[in-house]
């Protein structure tokens, strides 16, 4: 694109400036062309390492540009508050490529985003080429999947003094079997915080996990930042091959209903054939015929079990039993990922398979990387967490297992001596009691009272002073 064609009029609204105007000096990275409003088109660009939009009033769409619109993530949940910080996030401003807030550092997840159709599109797309693609259909308008989540609503009458109010309980998601009364007990089998019903904290648990066990930047590569064709196409190798060796969504069933069915021939992924003769049995425990294959404790008579189909149907769980073996987080939807006797959450499936990077939390499929710390790395993620420079050949400090320049460390983290008050350099030696530090130098660390160097000496603390015997104590505090 030739930027010398451009109007001078452009006008630039910076998402790190909360879309004040400021005029456009340089240009960098053209992203991609957007329609703007009925009559104006713009673009988002790179400069100064924020992503802004550009507005040209000047110049009118294109019918046929019509099939481009856009909405890039970055304006979706933008000053969304969020749940974790409270009041001290600004408000959610995603940062460009960390999928992260840059004012308060937390995940998407974390915020109070209305995030509308976008996760049954995610799982729609997870389920599309699947067995399961009973489970979602496609939009009219441009043909994406989309997830048909099943909702319950229960409608409960209340006997007041004078008046019969009506109670209803809305189910954001369900297990989608015929029987409502099957479904409703899985509910409250579920522990109560984690029931997603409508507008309470279980429905906003379910909305976290969705966004934690299955991100949409593991199964998406338009979803991931500036991957190769070739990490492309691994990438979609890589989708397909656990779409049809692991993914899986569990089954509602009453044991007894399981064990009066003809026997299945289905395999699980052990290459051995599933039974149903004695489902889940123990051996001698007439009582305990249906044991869970988690907590290893009897069903309850009448109680739903969960059975994944990957696993064999010799195996079942309890409904709060259901869960990533990793985070044990129930898995959200009953969506799993079964591998060498184990459920997984599609998060902890890939970190099975591929090295996730740190800095991105994108799997990584380039054969070029860094580990540092015990941790993985894109070659170009492996950045200050604050300001994001490059930290190859630099020095570093971790801060809560994130990597931080030695500028950034002294500016906002370095701890301050009680003697001197002047940052401790992180390569410098220090000596902290508590939550009090100093230079190990005879200058810093010595008696408040007779000033004698206590370095390799007992001392004695007292509310950030230093006393090398109970003389000097008594003589200062006196």
Known sequence: MDNSKLPLSFWTYSFQAAFNKVLLSKWDMVEKWV????????????????????????????????????????????????????????????????????????????????????????????FEDTKYTSLIAK????????????????????????????????????????NQTLAVRYME???????????????????????????????????????????????????????????????????????????EQGKNDAGER???????????????????????LSMKEGDPAVYAERAGYDKLWHPACFVCCVCSELLVDMIYFWKKGKLYCGRHYCDTEKPRCAGCDELIFSNEYTQAEGQNWHLKHFCCYECDCVLAGEIYVMVNDKPVCKP???????????????????????VTYGNYNWHATPDCFLCSCCGKCLIGQKFMPVEGMLFCSVDCKKKLMS
């Open 35 to 126: 329609r703007h409003g009925p009559e104006t088109t713009g673009f988002y660009f790179m400069h100064s390492n924020k992503i802004s939009y550009c507005l040209c009033p000047e110049t009118k769409p294109l019918e046929s540009d019509s099939a481009n619109f856009m909405t890039l993530g970055h304006e979706q949940g933008a000053g969304a508050p969020c749940l974790k910080c409270k009041d001290k996030c600004e408000g959610f401003e995603l940062h460009f490529w960390r999928k992260i807030c840059r004012n308060c550092k937390c995940g998407q997840e974390e915020h109070d985003v209305l995030t509308g159709n976008e996760e049954d599109k995610k799982v729609g797309k997870l």
């Open 189 to 263: 089998l579920l522990p109560k915080e984690k029931q997603p019903v409508a507008g309470s904290e279980g429905a906003q648990y379910r909305k976290k996990q969705l966004a934690k066990q299955l991100p949409a930047h593991d199964q998406d590569p338009s979803k991931c930042h500036e991957l190769s064709v070739n990490e492309v196409k691994q990438m979609e190798q890589f989708v397909k091959k656990y779409k049809n060796e692991a993914l899986g969504v569990g089954d509602i069933k009453l044991p007894d209903e399981m064990e009066a069915q003809p026997k």
């Open 139 to 178: 939009l009219k308008t441009d043909g994406i999947p989309v997830y048909k989540r099943n909702t319950v609503t229960l409608t409960n009458p209340i006997a007041a003094k004078k008046d019969i109010s009506i109670k209803t309980v809305t189910y954001e998601w369900a297990p989608p079997v015929q």
């Open 274 to 296: 599933s039974t149903t003769v004695a489902v889940g049995s123990v051996a001698g425990q007439p009582a305990k015929k249906y044991a869970c294959f988690r907590c290893k």
């Open 408 to 430: 950034c460390y002294v500016k906002l983290h370095a701890a301050v001596c009680q003697c001197c008050h002047n940052v401790i350099d992180p390569e410098a030696q220090r």
